[in-house]
């Protein structure tokens, strides 16, 4: 099998891959309703059904979306694959649409045309009856989007029995490049309880919660520092009821991002030292690491390198990235299994109104999927 076959087959049924892009993102699948998103799942189901003649494994799921598990080969050793069919996207929000070479749409990018390209480069192999060192196991998620919350520990899990992971999350916008590495992401919320008080008879007999928290709001802004690559935002605060009266509590969400886990271990231990600074005020601190950094590693270079080297073969001109946004693929890179990402569509505007695909790069990305799964 040379490498312009695998390209030359995909490109014969371009016009089916786009259609079934279309499918799974008219499909409408918003995190927060169980019912779209385990439609959209069954619409999943039925694309690898009649694509790959694969039935899932349904990993049921009280709260959110059903997770899905194909499983393509067989052999002790496998590959992993991993996206989500979740969105941000509320019904009706978007319309699905095409532009020239783009294809807008919801979750057409992040990560519906991902999941697509994955089974179309399987589909592929398939066709020319190539030999894949290790099965090839699919594991579609419902949550990622709110953190993984459920999927988590059957990422984490279905990693560890895996040579490799490839996280077909979209490319990085402006160069396409694949991603080597991801800051991780840490979320908190601060609670300041103070003492309330008249703010014109008894001002001096109150403790302004909002006073402290403003003095906090300072002092982890200025945690951030551009060199190391971490940023600490506070980007909601609430607090007091009424002007005329001392406010007796406020809080704040923080965002927090890390290219290191030691330095969101760091981050982490100054969070849950805050405390208060003059008798009469609380402070408490919720939250934690939700995504731990992907660190670039020596066998993820030795990933990006394979697939830097197809790529050239296919005449594509491949170029690597640290992102500040995390996916599924920082769980798995955190212990300790070579994952590379960014495999997906190439595209703009990830939960940005104009979220859209560049349709001429679906072909391309799906033969190189294709031809590194028979080569890891």
Known sequence: MTLSDFYAYLEAHRAQILQDIRTLVQAESPTHRKDLVDECGRVLAGLFRDRLRLAPEVLAQDKFGNHLRFTYGEGASQVLIIGHFDTVW????????????????????????????????????????????????????SDEEVGSRSSRPLIEAEARKSKAVFVVEPAQAETGALKTGRKGVSMYRVHVHGRAAHAGNHHEAGVSAIRELA???????????????????????????????????????????TVTVAEAERIDAVMKGLGPSREGLRVEVEGGINRPPMERTGQTARLFALAQEIGSQLGMSLSEALVGGGSDGNFTAAIGVPTLDGLGAVGDGPHAEHEHILIPHVVPRAALLAHLLTRV
């Open 215 to 257: 003095r906090i709001v300072q002092y982890l802004e200025g945690l951030t520092d551009y060199d190391l690559g971490t940023t600490v935002n506070v980007g909601v605060i609430r607090g007091g009821t009424r002007s005329n009266v001392v406010p007796e509590s406020a809080e704040a969400e923080i965002d927090v991002r």
């Open 90 to 141: 509320d019904p009706g929000r978007l319309a699905l649409r095409e532009e020239g070479d783009r294809l807008f749409g919801p979750g057409v990018l992040d990560m519906k045309a991902g999941l697509v390209q994955a089974l179309w480069a399987v589909r592929a192999l398939q066709a020319a009856g190539a030999s894949v060192p290790h099965k090839v196991v699919f594991l579609c998620n």
